[in-house]
C-alpha cells in the first residue's frame, strides 16, 4: 500500500506557473505508475498527465501539451507536475494517482487503472 500526499496548490493569475508535488510514503515507490488528475467544479475527474516506473514514458491530456509537464524522482518517493502558461480553465482540484503494476513501460491515461489516490491540492487560476 502506498499513501500520496499533494502539495503546491494555490491561486496565480492566467499565464503563471505552479509545481505540484505529490510525495508518496509506504511500498516501493518505483513500482508505481503515477498520474495526475484534476476535478474541476461541477465536472467529472479527468486525466492530466501519466509517467511510467522509471519515467520513460509520458503522456499527457491533449489540453496540457506544451504547457505542462510531469517528472518523478524515484530517489525521493515524488512526482511533480511543473505547469507553465496557466489559463482560468485549469482551475481545478489536482489529484496524484497511483497504479501498482509490474509493467515497467505502463503509463496511466485514465483514473480506471488507479489502485491508491491523495487528497489533493486545489489551483486556482485567476483571469
Known amino acids: 500500500q502506498v499513501q500520496l500526499v499533494e502539495s503546491g496548490g494555490g491561486l496565480v493569475q492566467a499565464g503563471g506557473s505552479l509545481r505540484l508535488s505529490c510525495a508518496a510514503s509506504g511500498r516501493t515507490f518505483s513500482s508505481y505508475a503515477m498520474g495526475w488528475f484534476r476535478q474541476a467544479p461541477g465536472k467529472e475527474r479527468e486525466f492530466v498527465a501519466g509517467?511510467?516506473?522509471?519515467?520513460?514514458?509520458?503522456a499527457y491530456t491533449d489540453s496540457v501539451k506544451g504547457r505542462f509537464t510531469i517528472s518523478r524522482d524515484n530517489a525521493k518517493n515524488t512526482v511533480y507536475l511543473q505547469m507553465n502558461s496557466l489559463k482560468p480553465e485549469d482551475t481545478a482540484v489536482y489529484y496524484c494517482g497511483a497504479d501498482d503494476t509490474w509493467r515497467t513501460t505502463r503509463v496511466l491515461t485514465s483514473g480506471d487503472g488507479v489502485d491508491y489516490w491523495g487528497k489533493g491540492t486545489l489551483v486556482t487560476v485567476s483571469s
Open positions: 509517467i511510467s516506473r522509471n519515467g520513460d514514458n509520458i
